[in-house]
């Protein structure tokens, strides 16, 4: 199974290292609810990109492009 979804990917990351939405906002220096929207692409501008790349390496996911 290929899994695309980045949303999906974060989600399966954070439950396998128990890792909760307010410890991901503190990764980025944001709030929890910001930090759920840039996961989900809700907001999607050149700095929401880089809170997901950050995202993305504190939770070892690798992401092969960015749309």
Do not use: C
């Not at 396998?16 to 709030?31: D, M, P």
């Amino acid at each position: 199974m290929q899994i695309n979804e980045f949303s999906e990917m974060v989600l399966i990351h954070m439950n396998r290292q128990n890792k909760t939405w307010k410890y991901l906002a503190s990764v980025i220096g944001k709030s929890p609810t910001y930090t759920k929207q840039v996961v989900n692409g809700f907001q999607n501008g050149k700095a929401a990109k880089k809170y997901r790349q950050n995202i993305a390496e504190d939770l070892n996911i690798f992401i092969a492009r960015e749309e």
